[in-house]
């Protein structure tokens, strides 16, 4: 409206709309939406409230831009994780937390307490199987000989809905962060964004490098990039500790490796495009077979926001420093930026259909790869360097002056006074 501020929601702010608004069609209970949005009920219930009074610009938090009172300094973190490791190993967040206050004068909510031990490995979180669709996908990479030597050897990206069991699956050359990003990309684009995804610690879903000291400060841990993309989507990432944790994508898996395999070994099938082409007509059928009726019939995949750019997200993105004659680095090879911009920033965007973009403040900048690197101009010889001329025995300067030689001394035992 005119006169108004326009209210920019980030993309937790909108799955929060998706998620609020079933609480209020009564789709789900305000339980079951503060359980999949992290909140607590009576959080739920303000959330709605404000929703009723001011539209939904009341999901945007009050203290939006600002850092919480009440968070923790990194120290008592650490302390808490010490004591917990020292003394209560095996006690539960809320057994812990009291003892904590009790006998170590720590107080810390329990909540707060099993985030913290869940982050540090040394609590599991319970697991359940969920009840609507799209509350959580489990995603996997299967590593098999799906071509019995036929062909080259693949992967299979297997999603499966842990409410329903429905499956999703595409084969590519390797599990990587690409192959993550396509698959992912065609999961939302047929069923819509699910609420969270349970994965393991493969490198291309949880990042092994250390934290930066803003991460430490805030408490976040590094993300890999199919883990920042998600996070953008609105995703909640939940790791497995154990492969017996994805026993629903692991038996999958197991299925897949009897059946998909035998029935191409019957059509003589012999590369990954006839592969995913198999699999395309294969999938509706196992689904109408397999797939269960959730115990709820509400969907929660939440629609593609209009005016999002995927291709934007679902990338892989590395920043650059242009160089004094306008050029790049990168991945090794080298290319020329068609404006001078030595010495900025620029983002380098690489796409899941194998294209490349850079942008300088989100826009767009012409280049091309320059194939054949310039040899480096060679270094000028300095000239050589003039030797001093050595005076001859018989010179002046080697005679004695005033009856005095000026013969250079030689160690004792050596010379004239050598024993013989």
């Not at 609590?123 to 799906?146: A, F, L, P, Y």
């Not at 995804?197 to 490098?209: C, F, G, R």
């Not at 934007?312 to 590395?318: A, D, E, F, G, Q």
């Not at 000028?380 to 013969?407: N, V």
């Amino acid at each position: 409206m005119a006169g108004k501020d326009i209210v920019r929601m980030s993309q937790k702010e909108l799955k929060r709309i998706h998620v609020i608004g079933k609480a209020i069609e009564k789709a789900v209970t305000q339980a079951e939406a503060g359980e999949m949005l992290s909140l607590s009920e009576r959080q739920i219930r303000r959330i709605v409230k404000r929703i009723g009074e001011e539209g939904n610009e009341g999901i945007v938090h009050r203290s939006r831009g600002r850092e919480s009172n009440r968070k923790l300094p990194l120290e008592v973190k650490e302390k808490v994780i010490g004591l917990y490791r020292e003394k209560y190993k095996g006690f539960g967040p809320t057994l812990a937390a009291e003892k904590l206050e009790e006998l170590d004068g720590i107080r810390v909510s329990d909540e707060t307490l099993r985030q913290w031990l869940i982050e540090a490995g040394l609590w599991k979180k319970g697991r359940r199987r969920r009840e609507h669709r799209g509350e959580m996908v489990q995603i996997d990479g299967s590593h098999h000989d799906w071509l019995e030597g036929r062909g080259p050897e693949c992967v299979l990206m297997g999603y499966i809905d842990d409410a329903s069991g429905r499956v999703h699956g595409r084969f590519y050359e390797y599990e990587g962060t690409v192959p993550a990003m396509d698959s992912f990309m065609r999961y939302i684009r047929q069923y819509g964004i699910p609420g969270s995804v349970y994965l393991d610690k493969h490198t291309t879903y949880k990042s092994t490098a250390k934290p930066t000291i803003e991460e430490e400060l805030n408490g976040v841990e590094p993300l890999s990039e199919f883990g920042r993309a998600l996070t953008e989507l609105g995703v909640r990432l939940i790791h497995a500790h154990s492969p017996q944790a994805k026993g629903r994508v692991e038996r999958l898996f197991k299925t897949l490796q009897d059946r998909v395999v035998k029935e191409r070994r019957l059509r003589g099938i012999s590369t990954i495009q006839e592969a995913n082409i198999f699999l395309e007509s294969y999938l509706p059928e196992h689904n109408e077979r397999f797939a269960v009726e959730p115990h709820k019939q509400d969907d929660l995949h939440q629609p593609i926001p209009s005016g999002i750019d995927l291709n934007r997200i679902l990338c892989i993105r590395t920043e650059r420093t242009v160089r004094n004659d306008d050029t790049i680095v990168h991945n090794r090879r080298l290319y020329q930026l068609e404006e001078a911009l030595k010495g900025k920033k620029v983002l380098v965007e690489e796409l899941v259909d194998g294209t490349m973009r850079i942008l300088c403040r989100d826009r767009v900048i012409q280049h091309h790869a320059i194939e054949v690197r310039p040899e480096k101009p060679g270094k000028q010889q300095k000239p050589p360097r003039r030797k001093t001329p050595s005076p001859s025995a018989d010179h002046p300067w080697r005679k004695p002056l005033f009856g005095k030689s000026f013969k250079r001394k030689q160690p004792p035992g050596q010379g004239a006074d050598a024993p013989v």
